[in-house]
């Protein structure tokens, strides 16, 4: 079963609204086996809804118009609904009996305009709100031959989110096919995307009953798998099978098999090995430790650290020798070795993390280039430092640098 999502309003065509609802509807969807095939957003004009529903109609058998239900001049979805499915609109007396009623009940006289939300489409089912003015509708019908399944709801999340569990989804049950959806995600970190394509495109495509994702974005590679099946558990041992063969191929770089964050990946490891981590983070800017703390219960193996963007504060809060700094600068195996070296003695911690570089957009030179970073890991054993030049703009130099870093951490304690 295909759907298609199609959001109205003119605002999220804006650099300044999104669209959230058809993230939720695209979960629920989901949870009842039903792929979302396509998602539109179309602005408040008659005629470009009326093309977006027609073309939605044509390649999906269910269709949510999210939005354009309200009393205004420009809320067009029953009117463009019945406009492509030819169908008339009729005034119900049950709804403008509401209206009046919620109208009363807040001391304000009913306009005119809000006569128009008490418009329900020919054959359609109206779909209470409780939260709100706007019914949804419910449409049951048939479109070049074939049976559509056709929902409005409104657009606030208040309103739309509760309607769609409370009315739609049941409905949804009721009438579809039973489907079910199984997914994993897997996680590798810092390899290449077309090299991890290299690895597992031959392995993926012998399985056609399973759509296969991959998401690249900072040294992070996301691969979902999703396989839909009237069996939820042949669905699941599908999406298993092709998932350990994946896991196989990418080898070192995997880091998680069902979806972990690699911050949450690098505190298992720790509190596996009754370890705790200190950084100093100088490019990174404190990157790394928010990274960290997001996860709950981090402060059972992160101590903390310092920011140490200036000289004076490398070598007060981490103990890099000033004369280190002045030979070598403050980008430089030397001294990043000696922030990772320096915050571990000083806090304790049985890893010591140290990290500086050139993020720019300035103050790269030609034996120094703008992306330049080290990254030094300490323990009581040894402090290895690693060099890298990564390329793009200061926020992507930056994120890049915390990932590597986080992975690093991850290896070492592998």
Same mark, same amino acid.
């Given at each position: ?75 067009? !979805?029953?009117? /463009?609904? $019945?406009?492509?499915?030819? #169908? =008339? @609109?009729?005034?119900?007396? &049950?709804?403008? +009996? *509401? ?113 296969? !994702?991959?998401? /690249?974005? $900072?040294?992070?590679?996301? #691969? =979902? @798998?999703?396989?839909?099946? &009237?069996?939820? +558990? *042949? ?180």
């Amino acid at each position: 079963m295909k759907s298609e999502i199609i959001a109205v309003g003119s605002e999220m065509l804006t650099p300044w609204r999104q669209d959230t609802n058809s993230l939720y509807l695209t979960e629920k969807f989901n949870e009842i086996g039903v792929t979302v095939a396509f998602k539109t957003i179309v602005g408040d004009r008659l005629k470009d809804l009326v093309g977006a529903i027609l073309v939605a109609l044509g390649r999906a058998d269910v269709v949510a118009i999210i939005g354009g239900l309200g009393p205004t001049e420009d809320d067009l !979805t029953r009117e /463009a609904v $019945a406009e492509a499915l030819t #169908l =008339t @609109l009729r005034r119900d007396d &049950a709804q403008l +009996a *509401a209206l009046h009623a919620r109208a009363a009940s807040w001391r304000v006289p009913m306009p005119e305009n809000n006569l128009k939300q008490a418009d329900v489409l020919e054959g359609a089912t109206v779909l209470p709100n409780p939260n709100g003015s706007a019914p949804g509708q419910w449409l049951d019908t048939i479109f070049g031959g074939y049976r559509k399944l056709v929902l409005l709801v409104p657009g606030p999340p208040s309103e739309c989110r509760p309607m769609f569990d409370a009315e739609c989804l049941p409905r949804l049950r009721t009438v579809l096919p039973v489907r079910h959806i199984a997914k994993r995600t897997l996680r590798a970190a810092m390899i290449p995307e077309s090299q991890a394509d290299k690895f597992l495109a031959p392995i993926y495509t012998t399985y056609p009953d399973i759509e296969t !994702t991959i998401l /690249a974005h $900072a040294g992070d590679i996301q #691969l =979902t @798998l999703l396989c839909t099946k &009237a069996d939820a +558990a *042949a669905a699941q041992q599908r999406v298993d099978e092709l998932a350990g063969r994946m896991e196989e191929a990418l080898e070192d770089w995997l880091y998680s098999s069902d979806g972990e964050s690699l911050e949450q990946i690098v505190l298992y490891y720790l509190g596996l090995r009754q370890a705790t981590l200190a950084v100093a983070e100088s490019c990174t800017g404190g990157m790394i430790a928010e990274r960290v703390t997001r996860v709950p219960g981090s402060s059972r193996s992160f101590l903390g650290g310092a920011i140490v963007y200036s000289d004076e504060l490398k070598t007060a809060y981490a103990g890099v020798p000033s004369e280190l700094i002045a030979r070598y600068g403050a980008v430089s195996k030397e001294v990043a070795e000696a922030l990772a070296y320096g915050i571990r003695r000083h806090t304790g911690a049985t890893l010591g993390l140290g990290v500086t570089g050139i993020a720019g957009p300035t103050g790269g030179s030609e034996a120094k280039p703008i992306g330049l970073v080290y990254i030094a890991l300490s323990d009581d054993q040894k402090t290895e430092v690693t060099e890298k030049n990564f390329r793009g703009d200061r926020q992507r130099v930056r994120e890049w640098t915390t990932q590597q870093a986080l992975d690093l951490i991850r290896r070492r304690l592998r």
